[in-house]
């Protein structure tokens, strides 16, 4: 072989491990933040459920998202999965969505005109452009308006699928993905631009940028839920609170800013925000820590490692199959920690009913305390993503975007959680557990 030719292999190999390995620690991302007290914490739902042969569906986050959007006065920042309305027609028909993605886009729109010094940001997935394919319509009417919006530029994460990603890095992604050419019918949602082979292509990398978080200068909140027509009626929750770990919350939002690309309108950087007006709590019976990226699983794997005889833990989950978890639970129920689980009941069974008959079938053998109810929904999903661990004294509670997957939970997809540790008497205590009393018991439904 010849050497100049040998070296350049070398190099080329070495350039495409180092391009599929992850950014996420080397760029400031996956991160844990100080413990802080926090006066109050809100918890909203959107529920939908069936009764005497009506579907009922109560909506509560996002009014209180756009009430968040109103009050702000100094930015606002939207950091979400999907953000459109890009929805499959036959879907439609079943569901009679929520147009979300155009609702939220006029009230921005009337944010900007009412408080034009507010600046707003917006971080998306890039699945809301196709990959690339061509420009969100919506989304270029805001940035028309002064919105600044970034969109995660996905090779930059963790390949979970790297037998088909390393040969997309090498042969597809140096030829570009040039925007607004596309010929190709979209093969996911009718009524979008047309889509570029390459924009199919690198959407197989099977990756996003997940994490759902909307705040202001005084306010957090995270939400299971995304703006878009298709999760209109899903059944999701959200925490709203102010506390001095918001600083912590916009700070982990500037390695994700920087990740963007760099035709975005939010140039790949966030300002220096100043959150001194936020005075610290002196509740201890309330505390706040915030986790993105891995970093959820390894705090909710440590809590669980500590569950035993006298413990109860309440799973409600989209998605369950990560196998760390998974394990993580089986030990904890030998060792005597109760669990009730609620799952989505996904059409197809996968994962959760794979995972849900490993864990009962274990139980049974054992006589572990493991019970799995299925959520009873209809065309649209129990998009939910909590976990709280009862203890003698207080509640454990993780809630944010993390789905219980290997991709969502082992620094692949970004996400953030919140972790709430609450003595019974407070409010977000009580209105949590009767929350899952709700479900675990079909009240009202």
């Given amino acids: 072989m010849n050497i100049n030719f040998r070296k350049y292999l070398i190099i080329l190999l070495g350039a495409l491990f180092l391009n599929s390995c992850s950014l996420l620690t080397r760029s400031g991302i996956s991160n844990t933040s100080k413990i802080y007290y926090s006066d109050d914490v809100n918890f909203y739902y959107d529920l939908t459920y069936r009764k005497d042969n009506k ?88 940035e028309e308006a002064g919105v600044k919006i970034g969109y995660v530029d996905l090779a930059k994460l963790r390949d979970p699928l790297p037998l088909y990603s390393k040969p997309w890095r ?33 959407a197989l990398n099977a990756k996003a940028n997940h994490r759902k978080l909307i705040m202001n200068e005084s306010t957090a909140m995270l939400t299971s839920a995304n703006p878009h027509a298709e999760g209109s009626k899903h059944s999701n929750v959200a925490f709203k609170f102010s506390s001095p770990i918001i600083r912590e919350i916009y700070e982990a939002e500037k390695p994700v800013a920087k990740i963007t690309k760099p035709d975005g309108s939010l140039k790949q950087s966030l300002p220096d925000k100043d959150f001194s007006h936020i005075k610290p709590s002196t509740n201890e019976k309330l505390k706040l820590q915030y986790f993105t990226e891995g970093q ?26 990560d196998r760390g978890i998974i394990n993580d639970i089986r030990k904890a129920a030998k060792r005597g920690g109760e669990f009730q689980i609620i799952l989505n ?69 970004l996400e953030n959680e ?28």
């Fill in 296 to 321: 959820t699983a390894v705090d909710i794997s440590s809590e669980l490692k500590n569950v035993s005889t006298g413990d109860k833990v309440i799973i409600a989950q989209f998605f369950l199959s």
């Fill in 55 to 142: 579907v009922n569906y109560e909506r509560q986050i996002w009014e209180k998202a756009y009430k968040m959007l109103d009050e702000s006065q100094d930015f606002f920042l939207m950091d979400v999965f999907t953000f459109n309305d890009f929805i499959k027609k036959e879907f439609a028909e079943k569901v009679d969505p929520i147009y979300i993605g155009k609702e939220f886009s006029e009230k921005i729109l009337e944010k900007r005109k009412k408080d034009p010094d507010v600046e707003i940001y917006l971080i998306l997935d890039e699945s809301n452009t196709f990959y690339g394919a061509f420009d969100n319509p919506t989304h270029k009417k805001l």
């Fill in 170 to 202: 090498l042969f597809i992604r140096p030829f570009g993905n040039p925007k607004n050419v596309g010929k190709k019918k979209n093969p996911v949602y009718e009524g979008t631009d047309k889509v570029t082979i390459r924009s199919i292509l690198r």
């Fill in 345 to 413: 009941n996904s059409t197809k069974g996968l994962p959760n009913k794979a995972a849900a008959g490993e864990l009962m079938k274990y139980a049974r053998k054992h006589n572990y305390k493991i019970d799995v109810k299925f959520y009873n929904k209809g065309e649209e999903m129990y998009h939910v993503k909590l976990l709280s661990i009862l203890k003698k004294d207080h509640l454990i509670t993780y809630a944010g975007s993390t789905n219980f997957t290997r991709r969502n939970m082992r620094n692949y997809n």
């Fill in 418 to 445: 919140i972790k709430i540790i609450s003595d019974y008497d407070q409010d977000i205590s009580k209105n949590i557990l009767e929350y899952y009393d709700r479900l675990w018991n079909n009240k009202d439904g």
